[in-house]
């Protein structure tokens, strides 16, 4: 089975901070994996990492089969799908969703290069799949969050990526918006030729079933990792937190944490 991406003995070193710490981390073809930890932990300096936006200080980093210092990075992110509310920063809140979704296909903010009406259509195809075909028209900047993260994930999957990094999708969005995104995201997982998908939160019941490989990141290092029913238990999330806790699990297994 061929490697989506291999962090081997990775440090990232910001003066004098270790903000990532010898990193060992493998994800392969068809896998999915949730990334779990509190503010600080180093979850989103990650992601960047696997995106090409931060190089690593130490160690060797692969991702989709190009090793970084011999890959072309702007080719790579073509190949990665990127959904992330710090992305709603860099956008021009004036372009139209169907623009929007479209660029996606060159991992651009905003549209520069040559396209036909036949991508662009396409585009519209992605976004009406999702759910939003009302939304074709409209500027993005009057969107609510959980339309503007309706359209990210659209963008994501315009290029047909091997990888899809969730960083943080229901961010900002109230319960209700929350579930049809988390409904969206299994919708995605169930596809055939679904991306390996690669998924940060706060929050466990956000991390679907789909989500069948756990990692555990505490304050730049790896605390633990393997898979969804090993490590989500009340024993293990109670050292990880290093609080008292209780759990709570649906009838969908998803599971719920709070402090005692």
């Not at 633990?224 to 290093?242: A, D, V």
């Given at each position: 089975?061929?490697?989506?991406?291999?962090?081997?003995?990775?440090?990232?070193?910001?003066?004098?901070?270790?903000i990532?710490?010898?990193?060992?981390?493998?994800?392969?073809?068809?896998?999915?994996?949730?990334?779990?930890?509190?503010?600080?932990?180093?979850?989103?300096?990650?992601?960047?990492?696997?995106?090409?936006?931060?190089?690593?200080?130490?160690?060797?980093?692969?991702?989709?089969?190009?090793?970084?210092?011999?890959?072309?990075?702007p080719?790579?992110?073509?190949?990665?799908?990127?959904?992330?509310?710090?992305?709603?920063?860099?956008?021009?809140?004036?372009?139209?969703?169907?623009?929007?979704?479209?660029?996606?296909?060159?991992?651009?903010?905003g549209?520069?290069?040559?396209?036909?009406?036949?991508?662009?259509?396409?585009?519209?195809?992605?976004?009406?799949?999702?759910?939003g075909?009302?939304?074709?028209?409209?500027?993005?900047?009057?969107?609510?969050?959980?339309?503007?993260?309706?359209?990210?994930?659209?963008r994501?999957?315009?290029?047909?990526?091997?990888l899809?990094?969730?960083d943080?999708?229901?961010?900002?969005?109230?319960?209700?918006?929350?579930?049809?995104?988390?409904?969206?995201?299994?919708?995605?997982?169930?596809?055939?030729?679904?991306?390996?998908?690669?998924?940060?939160?706060?929050?466990?019941?956000?991390?679907?079933?789909?989500?069948?490989?756990?990692?555990?990141?505490?304050?730049?290092?790896?605390?633990?990792?393997?898979?969804?029913?090993?490590?989500?238990?009340?024993?293990?999330?109670?050292?990880?937190?290093?609080?008292?806790?209780?759990?709570?699990?649906?009838?969908?297994?998803?599971?719920?944490?709070?402090?005692?």
């Open positions: 089975m061929n490697k989506i991406l291999s962090f081997q003995n990775v440090s990232l070193i910001k003066g004098d901070r270790r990532l710490k010898n990193i060992s981390w493998t994800i392969k073809e068809k896998e999915n994996w949730a990334i779990l930890g509190l503010n600080g932990a180093g979850k989103t300096t990650m992601l960047k990492m696997i995106h090409g936006d931060v190089w690593p200080s130490q160690g060797s980093l692969e991702v989709l089969g190009g090793v970084f210092g011999h890959t072309n990075i080719d790579l992110k073509k190949r990665i799908g990127w959904v992330s509310t710090a992305l709603q920063d860099w956008l021009h809140p004036g372009d139209l969703v169907e623009e929007i979704v479209l660029s996606g296909k060159f991992a651009s903010i549209l520069y290069e040559h396209y036909s009406e036949q991508e662009m259509q396409e585009a519209k195809e992605r976004i009406t799949k999702l759910g075909a009302e939304l074709i028209g409209k500027p993005y900047r009057i969107l609510s969050q959980g339309e503007r993260q309706l359209v990210l994930i659209a994501a999957l315009m290029a047909n990526p091997e899809m990094i969730l943080e999708p229901c961010n900002g969005l109230d319960l209700f918006a929350r579930e049809r995104l988390l409904g969206k995201i299994k919708e995605i997982a169930e596809e055939p030729n679904s991306p390996s998908l690669l998924m940060v939160s706060h929050y466990t019941e956000e991390l679907l079933p789909c989500f069948d490989n756990i990692m555990f990141l505490k304050d730049g290092s790896i605390y633990k990792k393997g898979k969804r029913e090993e490590l989500l238990n009340k024993e293990t999330l109670t050292k990880f937190y290093e609080t008292p806790i209780e759990i709570i699990k649906d009838d969908k297994k998803r599971i719920l944490v709070y402090p005692r």
